[in-house]
């Protein structure tokens, strides 16, 4: 069966560490999507890309890179970790393209980060 | 203001209530309605989507959506503990690329 997977589940980590959270689907989808999710804010939208070599900025991108080399794979950076960005993160892939009003987003089952 | 929002509870009710949940959104170009249940630990499933207004019905769920009130609403009927869960309301309008917007979530306990 198609999924998605991310790893690791629980991560902890000290400030001014890079960081990376992996995200692998196997839907084949084209558009994957990183989100943060935290008490009294729901989901928020970090990065996201509709494919190959294809991303762009969230809601909340500062201190977060992403880069797209294959279909299957959409790892979260952070550059230099802090402490606010402790969080759960949830990578979703949909099929589509940039210019698809909707289609139905199916999430991993998170990262659960620490910025000691 | 945020763009959507949803009254974060939490909410606990007896097994067999009648739940409602429910969010306001400002956007007037949405047009694609979301309800994703979150159990805990777990990443967020797709319960009901609603296109533009209207209800719809699945089982002990009811989506309905009034557009000309920024209004969207989720019934359970005869609530489980199986549902005890955060539900999420989620948003999109044409040419958003996919993109969702979403509320904060509310817990919702349902005790035997």
């Known amino acids: 069966d198609a999924e998605i997977t991310q790893s690791p589940r629980h991560k902890i980590t000290e400030t001014g560490r890079q960081v990376t959270l992996a995200c692998h689907q196997t839907?084949?989808?084209?558009?994957m999507f990183w989100y943060r999710q935290d008490l009294g804010h729901g989901l928020r939208l970090i990065h996201y890309?509709?494919?190959?070599?294809?991303?762009n900025k969230g809601e909340v991108s500062d201190g977060y890179s992403v880069s797209r080399s294959n279909t299957e794979d959409l790892p979260l950076t952070l550059e230099s970790a802090a402490s606010s960005q402790t969080s759960v993160y949830f990578c979703?892939?949909?099929?589509?393209?940039?210019?698809?009003?909707?289609?139905?987003?199916?999430f991993g089952p998170g990262t659960r980060l620490t910025v000691l | 203001q945020k763009e959507v929002e949803q009254d974060p509870g939490p909410l606990s009710v007896p097994e067999g209530a009648i739940v409602s949940l429910n969010c306001t959104y400002s956007n007037s170009a949405f047009q694609y309605f979301m309800w994703y249940r979150q159990y805990s630990r777990k990443g967020p499933e797709l319960l009901m989507y609603t296109y533009s207004s209207g209800n719809k019905e699945d089982g002990r769920f009811t989506a309905q959506v009034d557009k000309s009130s920024k209004y969207i609403s989720l019934f359970i009927r005869d609530s489980q503990p199986s549902d005890s869960a955060t539900y999420l309301c989620a948003m999109s309008g044409y040419n958003q690329g996919g993109k969702l917007i979403f509320g904060q979530g509310t817990e919702l306990s349902v005790k035997p």
């Open positions: 890309s509709y494919g190959v070599q294809d991303t």
């Open positions: 839907w084949n989808h084209n558009n």
């Open positions: 979703a892939s949909s099929e589509g393209n940039r210019v698809v009003s909707y289609n139905e987003q199916f």
